[in-house]
């Protein structure tokens, strides 16, 4: 049988806090165990993915170049150096300019950009409001991270659909990595009892979760609860909220991995309002690590959580209230951390693995 050879774009996997960047790091690794006859060639634009490299299967392409500049480097690169597929895990723009006896393979995250432009930078925006509608077009492949963001895919783009293209959109879920379980260090300063929020841009609704969090009733429940907010302070005005309830409000900035393990595991929720999400990684971290959780019930996210997350509409700042006085019901918390914990392992990197080498085909 001749060897397959699949080369990626290794580039997001550099920097895996960010949400797209683990998707790229973890699927590649769980590829890389598939080891099904193919040969895998990872491009990236500063060092390697993997500085010990032992696996002979596994080739390191360095290409220097930024922005499109890269993605042309890309392109005469494999013009002298052909490869059976393309995996493009992040972006769109060598999928768009590829000639057409390259196949390749896209990975759709969300259609943020298309469905809600306000708020994202313009030349990002712009680059994929022109490539992706090319990129479908030629993608011999196409992966989604949910099935909502295929269902959104097939509406904003007909031409996409497996009956007008004649190509299969296949489900390559997210998944938990391996270092989210629950952990009982206490290395970080943090309040004895706290609600937690991952994510502070718009989108992610924190506003309404903060009007919601000084609305609470602590009389029966709890003396004291605090709110911490992971992510970048958002540039809108929120001195205010800062003060509020003698300073119960907390922005922790970014964090690390082992931080947000310990955040999950020592926090009685992680609240997630978020207005849209193509997949919603913190629900499932937060699950897997013991931690209950409150979600919108909006975009993909119930497909997310299934039944073992209390669903919120994230414009209703009662309704977050009523939800975040719910868990902090003893009973309430044990029985969301069991189905939580459940959820979590329904997912798989492997799977997902498995799903792109058997659409390679």
């Not at 929720?269 to 629900?283: A, I």
Request: charged share 20%; aromatic share 8%.
């Amino acid at each position: 049988m001749t060897t397959k050879i699949v080369a990626i774009d290794a580039r997001a996997a550099l920097s895996p806090n960010a949400g797209k960047g683990r998707y790229t790091l973890e699927i590649i690794k769980a590829l890389l165990k598939e080891n099904k006859n193919v040969d895998f060639v990872l491009f990236t634009d500063k060092e390697p993915l993997f500085k010990d490299n032992a696996n002979p299967r596994v080739r390191q392409v360095i290409l220097r170049g930024k922005s499109i500049f890269w993605h042309i480097n890309l392109y005469f690169y494999l013009r002298s150096h052909p490869v059976t597929f393309f995996l493009a895990p992040t972006s769109y723009i060598y999928p768009a300019l590829a000639p057409a006896s390259q196949k390749v393979a896209i990975v759709v995250h969300d259609l943020i950009t298309f469905l809600h432009p306000k708020g994202h930078p313009f030349f990002p925006t712009l680059v994929e409001h022109l490539t992706l509608p090319r990129a479908l077009k030629k993608a011999a492949a196409i992966f989604c991270v949910s099935e909502n963001t295929k269902k959104d895919l097939i509406r904003l783009f007909p031409s996409a659909t497996p009956q007008s293209a004649k190509k299969k959109i296949a489900i390559a879920y997210p998944a938990v990595s391996e270092e989210f379980h629950a952990v009982p260090t206490h290395k970080m300063s943090l309040p004895d009892d706290f609600i937690l929020a991952v994510g502070t841009l718009p989108r992610k609704n924190v506003d309404t979760l903060i009007e919601a969090f000084l609305s609470v009733d602590l009389s029966t429940q709890v003396s004291t609860l605090h709110l911490c907010i992971v992510g970048d302070l958002p540039t809108h005005a929120v001195p205010g909220h800062a003060t509020s309830r003698h300073g119960n409000i907390h922005f922790l900035g970014q964090v690390t991995a082992t931080e947000l393990r310990e955040l999950y595991s020592r926090a009685r929720m992680m609240v997630f309002p978020s207005l849209y999400e193509g997949f919603g990684m913190p629900p499932l971290e937060a699950m897997a690590c013991g931690c209950p959780v409150i979600v919108s019930s909006t975009s993909s996210l119930p497909e997310v959580v299934g039944d073992a997350a209390i669903k919120v509409d994230p414009r209703n700042s009662a309704q977050i209230a009523a939800a975040i006085k719910e868990l902090l019901d003893p009973r309430m918390r044990k029985l969301s951390q069991a189905q939580g914990l459940l959820q979590a392992k329904k997912f798989s990197w492997e799977k997902s693995a498995k799903t792109i080498l058997d659409n390679l085909k």
